[in-house]
């Protein structure tokens, strides 16, 4: 589990600097985050960046248990939470990272420890309903459910965590979420010099935010209680740690971020940046490597995308990974003993196709209202909302009613086409299966379904600010 005695208390370099750095919580900047919310805990003493344990789920069935688990996430006070552990690693938060690979099978079965029933999806993979982990995959206390995923898609970051109708944003904000890293040989060979040593050069990132009660429990009320912004919390966590410490070697470094919060969005004043102002590299959005790197000083993220950046840092310099105006993490590169030279950010990265018009798609719009519904509909596990034909292309429309939302569809990848008509950033311009909405102006993507998704076990479509999910902003559709 994430034990703060387990790690150095006493960075030599710079601490005092960088604790007045991090101080976050009183800063005169005009940031939304923060706003009508208690001041953040700030650690007296900064931990390590915890970096959950790869495990290697390639052509092996893997067992995950999900259980009560206790973090040390504040100074002196224990907090309880959940966690998916395997068999060696027992974790406090968060799970494991999981490893595959194109072209390969990973069998995951999770034994729920919990007293309540959970599921558990794999969201990003191009897998069959059945083994998809939606709502209608209940894994009751004491039961297990085996997911069988055919790898066939190409190398990305994607994430794992529960989909149990109504009650997801209770068990993620309780620690239930980890990372998948798909690799593809072939994309090594021809990108040899891409950082992908993990814990080294390449680094797992996932965002969240809590606010934990007085005695360091996480808090979390009902649905309703948050209102149309959803959870809010006062802290913004790096993998399950507030204000951590990253030791690196000099170079290319590349973090897979994954916005993992609840409901908050990284996004116009609070987006991701590094506290120097330095340009980083965007290499890939939800789905996969982008055509090319796409420089950037700030990039927002929306709950549930990932993108993965690179950033170059020097021998001994030191800054922060900034949400808005808040330091969230410290990287150092005092790592000396790697070499890490050969780690180069390449001018080309992957074939992405063009999000061109075709003719005669199908078509459909969706709705998200401040209602909580879809299209007018509240989730309903008894119905069908729409039915797709395998192997077709589908445009659809997606907009909201005036406040901002992301809609993720399950068991595939799209490219956006435009937004509101205009162009698409450049980092979008790639695979992704989330992605935000700003209000009435629509988005229109290019999605293309290739797995079967049954009446029994039909695949999801929803807003991912996981209070707008849980009460009813998702609908469901079969892929036949
Ligand atoms: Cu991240 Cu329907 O899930
Ligand atoms: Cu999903
Ligand atoms: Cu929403």
């Not at 995950?64 to 206790?70: K, M």
């Not at 100074?75 to 974790?91: E, G, I, P, Q, R």
């Not at 659809?396 to 956006?416: D, E, M, N, P, Q």
Request: proline letters at 5%; one cysteine or more.
């Amino acid at each position: 589990m994430i034990s703060r005695r387990n790690f150095v208390k006493n960075i030599s370099l710079g601490t005092v600097s960088l604790i007045v750095l991090g101080c976050g919580g009183k800063s005169k900047g005009k940031t939304s985050i923060g706003a009508n919310q208690a001041i953040p805990n700030t650690p007296t003493t900064r931990d390590k960046l915890f970096v959950p344990p790869l495990i290697d789920t390639r052509n092996t069935t893997t067992d995950l248990w999900v259980r009560v688990s206790e973090a040390s996430i504040l100074d002196a006070k224990k907090t309880s939470t959940y966690s998916y552990n395997t068999a060696t690693d027992t974790l406090g938060l968060l799970g494991p990272t999981l490893l595959m690979e194109r072209n390969m099978t990973s069998s995951l079965n999770f034994i729920n420890e919990l007293d309540v029933e959970t599921t558990a999806h794999q969201h990003g993979l191009h897998v069959s309903g059945n083994n998809d982990g939606g709502p209608q995959s209940k894994i009751l206390p004491g039961k297990s459910r085996t997911n069988i995923l055919e790898i066939d898609q190409p190398a990305g970051t994607h994430w794992y965590h529960p989909h149990p109708h109504g009650k997801t944003g209770e068990q993620v904000i309780k620690g239930l979420a980890g990372l998948i890293i798909i690799q593809d040989p072939k994309e090594i060979n021809s990108l040899p010099n891409l950082p992908r040593n993990y814990g080294i050069n390449d680094f797992p990132i996932i965002i969240q935010d809590k606010t934990f009660n007085d005695d360091g429990s996480i808090q979390y009320n009902t649905q309703k209680s948050y209102g149309k912004r959803g959870y809010l919390g006062d802290n913004i966590l790096v993998n399950g740690q507030i204000q951590p410490i990253v030791s690196t070697p000099s170079g290319w470094i590349r973090f897979r971020i994954l916005n993992g919060s609840n409901a908050r969005f990284y996004e116009r004043g609070d987006s991701i940046s590094f506290s120097n102002q330095q340009p980083f590299y965007v290499i890939a959005s939800d789905g996969g490597l982008l055509s090319t790197p796409v420089s950037i000083t700030s990039l927002p993220i929306g709950p549930g995308e990932r993108y993965e950046i690179m950033v170059n840092i020097n021998q001994n310099q030191q800054f922060d990974l900034m949400a808005g105006d808040r330091s969230i993490l410290s990287l150092i590169a005092d790592l000396s003993t790697y070499d890490n030279s050969q780690s180069i950010l390449p001018t080309v990265l992957a074939n992405v196709p063009q999000a061109l018009n075709q003719k005669n798609n199908v078509t459909r719009t969706f709705e998200l209202s401040e209602k909580m519904t879809i299209n007018s509909k509240k989730m309903d596990m008894a119905v069908i909302d729409e039915a797709v034909t395998i192997d077709t292309t589908e445009v659809w429309y997606i907009h909201g009613k005036g406040a901002r939302h992301t809609f993720h569809v399950h068991g595939c990848s799209f490219l956006i086409v435009d937004r509101n008509g205009a162009n698409v950033p450049d980092w979008e311009k790639g695979w992704k299966d989330t992605v935000i909405i700003s209000g009435k102006r629509p988005v229109k993507v290019l999605v293309k379904f290739n797995k079967i998704a049954d009446r029994n076990s039909p695949y999801m479509y929803h807003c991912h600010m996981l209070e707008h999910e849980d009460m009813g902003m998702m609908g469901q559709f079969i892929v036949t």
